[in-house]
């Protein structure tokens, strides 16, 4: 492991500064540092290589044209970024499942792309929080578990959510603040 | 508006998580801007469920992008430079930031208005909102107005507004028009003039106009001294003038 989350985060501190100075190398520094979380989060999303060259090539971008959109007051750059990302991903696959619900009707077997395994790539630093996450995933009730991974890895709305599941949308609601809560109490460190 | 703690936080909750679409998400971030700024224990829940939000992030596999990506971007931020809007930056937050102190003590300052005259106290936290959510997206583009002489030495506008949002804000400072006469905003494409509505600045010159369209459709954009009441083409002097 190459130093602790604090360490990676004053880092990302030091780098976003130099960013906002407009220097190419920490840039490209926080490029490579992110590319491949950005990617696998994007891909993840919306399932399609080139979407989510897409939307990691507008998310660094944008870092680059407007690094004050983060403000080190906030939080860490780790979660601004990953969630510009995330953001830019979901409006994409929803974009993209408009004009797909379209030309389905047409074409009813949309193949999936799936196993990815030689790709996939580990950094040090991220991958003993992932591992932290994935665990608290796991100990949240299926139900829990479900309208997190659809809103969040599946782009959908709550109202879309509800549809799907056949429940109330505010039990939607109710559910999903539940298992942020639960996962937030869980990483935490404090015990359930 | 009184929401209790569990509805805000439902909303924060789906918020993170990005589960909400445009129209919600503006109702959503009026809503929390709104019961945040009386309720410290929202305000400690935001942290938390945004945290959250971002550790999944972590749960999807990484991978490795294709090399021509990091190359294109490379060249594309040696050719471009650090953005290109060319409005300072700290002028933009300072105006967004005094907005947003002017709102926050109650002010009475969004008496700019357009057409129908609401201006109620929820309606201008939701403009503020809005307002500083679209000029703090990174996707957003800040256009600065050309001031003509009829501007005078004050006048400073800027337009705002992200791609595939059908919203374009102006804000900044313009002098108070002489008696019985109004701002007007116009849009244009190809010399074909739209208008879209009148207003005044507050009693210190602040101006926030929220025009619903989507800013693409249109190549310029015009601010005219009219008669009160409008006109229905552009009759007086330019103040302010962008090319969108
Ligand atoms: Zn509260």
Redesign the interface.
Known sequence: MAGDTCDEDRRDAELHRRLAG?D?AA??EL?RRY???????A???TGSEPL??EV??????????????FDPAR??F??FF??????RA?DTV?REDRLRRRTERMNPTAGEDED?AE?????SW?AD??VR??AA?ERLSPEQREV?EL???R?????R?SEELGIPLGTV??R??AA??R??ML??GADP | MSLDH?AV??ML??R??????DA?RVEADAAIAAHLRGCDECREAT????????????????????RL??G???R???V?????RSVP?RWV?GVVASVLVAAVAGLAIWNAHLTDRVTTAEQRSANTAELIATV?????RTVPLITAPAGGPRAQVSAAYIPGHRRLYLFGYLPEPSPGRVYEVWLARNGVYWDAGTFLPDERGLVFVRIVTDPRRFDTLLVTLEPAGGAPAPTGPAVVTAQL
Do not use: C
């Open positions: 407009s190419p840039f490209e490029y590319a491949a979380p950005a990617y696998g989060l891909f993840r999303v989510a060259q990691v090539h507008d998310s660094f971008l944008a870092l680059w044209q407007a690094p004050r959109a939080g860490a780790r979660s990953l969630s510009l990302v995330h953001h979901v929803r990815v790709e996939i790539v580990q950094e991220l929080r992932r996450v994935k995933l997190l809103a969040y890895f782009g959908h709305t709550q109202a959510i609601k109710t999903t603040l942020m809560r996962m937030r990483l935490s | 569990e936080q439902e909750a789906a993170a998580l990005h589960a909400l679409d919600e942290e938390g469920l945004e945290a959250v939000a971002a550790d999944l992030a972590l749960v999807a596999p990484p991978r490795r992008p294709p990506l990091e294109r971007l490379r594309e931020i040696r471009r430079g650090p953005r290109r930056d937050a703090s997206n990174p996707a957003s």
